[in-house]
């Protein structure tokens, strides 16, 4: 929590139509999950979470994804343009005379960041897979900076070289979402023992914290017993 949300490089793998992408886009994402609902996806998402307010997502300019189906008519015509936009003869062109198509070309890159389709296959580090996994149930929101040639990550192999990986990381090091104690709805925590033990850390890690927001971030805990048991 001391250092608010960082970007992090997603591997994000998406069909439209009979083509596709595979970029690393730095971003930051949530679920927009009603808490009564968080039960159906603890396993996914592990024993630990912060609810922050859609007034925040907001004001961060964070957007909801938007989600495709790979066979669907916008997907084949959002490929159709994507391919045209970003071919070498029109960004040559863009190069050369046109900033407006420059800043359209940059444009539609930007959405893509917040595309993903519908369903699909996810690929675990452990190199598990997931088949047909539906995305859409997710129901993510994100945060994607505007695209800046220096900061989407189009040929993954760099990520297999440890300097350009660090290289790559260090320019996104210093983004954050910066969020208050007013912006916290919710803490979830594994059990009870562990109450104490994070309000001592929410006192280390968050000092600008008062007193008084700690106590009141604290009865904003709440453990997967009363998730699995009470809501």
Known sequence: MSDNFKLSYCREKARFGTG????????????????????????????YGIGLSKTWAKKQ????VMYMDRGSLLSASYYKAAKLLTSKSTRDLADKQSKELKDSIYALIDVLGYVKNY???????????????RFYDEREWRYVPKYEGYLWIKNNSIFDNEGKRNAALSKINDHRLIFEPNDIKY???????EISDFVRHLQLAKSKFSYEDVLKVATRIITLDEINNDI
Request: hydrophobic fraction near 30%.
């Open 119 to 133: 369903q699909g296959d996810v690929e675990r580090q452990d190199g598990t897979v997931i088949k047909n996994y």
């Open 20 to 47: 596709g992408s595979d970029l690393r886009v730095p971003m930051v994402s949530f679920c927009d999950l009603p808490l009564s609902q968080v039960k159906n996806h603890i396993a996914s998402y592990g024993s």
């Open 61 to 64: 300019q964070l957007n909801p």
């Open 187 to 193: 803490i979830i925590i594994k059990d009870e023992s």
